[in-house]
């Protein structure tokens, strides 16, 4: 078994005894097996073992005793995420791309089974943070730990900054910690700035300015621009 501990099933009744338990050949405990009544499915859990591989031995003398089954239970949680990173790609209104660096299914050693992405307009710095956040569903299978891992958050507001945190899950279904970085958020348009195509040259009154050609996200915007006169008294510029 790997890290963690175990739980032994087993039939107690009248002709059952004592099972005697062993863990890397070192005596670990007695499990009485005895009952005046059949009773199933009586559990006994172990104490938790250090991480690494373990041999379990049983032993029992006069008496006959029961397993039904061993249920290995996993207890090492991936390392939590140090180097998310936020960032607005610029061309797609609403998305937003993380990066991070993978952990492992065991603290920073082998490979997790799936990411929880959640993302808020408040910082998500604690665990009442990460449960207010919301969800963003996603399939992504990860990386061995060390490996550079992306995800494109989608159907985000452009006019709004988003707050990212992410918890690897391993095999077993532990959680680890949440992530940190020092970017956490992100606009998920490029800039409030964009460039005209047209030369701003002095108007005559009552002209109008077209504004194009533009990138995708500034299609959303038209303006019209309407130059005015000055009047007598104020200085030319
Ligand atoms: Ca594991
Ligand atoms: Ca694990």
Redesign the pocket.
């Known amino acids: 078994m ?3 501990n175990f739980k032994l099933y087993y039939t107690a009744d009248a002709t059952r005894g004592l099972i005697y338990v062993y863990v890397d050949g070192v005596y670990l405990a007695t499990i009485n097996q005895y009952s005046a009544t059949t009773k199933y499915q009586k559990v006994w859990v172990s104490p938790i073992l250090g991480a690494g591989e373990h041999t379990l031995r049983f032993e029992h003398k006069t008496k006959k005793v029961s397993i039904d089954a061993i249920e290995v239970i ?1 207890n ?1 949680p991936p390392a939590a995420i140090s180097d998310l990173n936020a960032s607005n790609t610029g061309m797609n209104p609403g998305n937003v791309e993380l990066t991070w660096t993978s952990v ?3 603290d920073l050693t ?1 490979t997790a089974s799936s990411y929880l992405v959640r993302y808020s307009l408040n910082p998500i710095t604690t665990e009442n943070d990460w449960n207010n956040a919301i969800a963003f569903s996603n399939t992504k299978v990860p990386q061995v730990s060390g490996n550079l891992e992306s995800l494109t958050v989608s159907g985000l507001d452009p006019r709004l900054t988003y707050h990212f945190a992410i918890k690897t899950r ?3 279904g ?1 959680l680890g910690g949440l992530s940190s970085g020092t970017t956490t958020s992100a606009r998920s348009i490029a800039s409030q700035r964009w460039p005209l195509a047209n030369t701003m040259t002095p108007m005559a009154p009552g002209c109008t300015l077209a504004l194009g050609p533009l990138a995708p996200i500034h299609q959303l915007i038209s303006a019209t621009i309407t130059s005015q006169a000055k009047s007598a008294t104020e200085p030319r510029s």
């Open positions: 790997i890290d963690g996993e090492d492992g299914d065991d082998g391993d095999e077993a532990n």
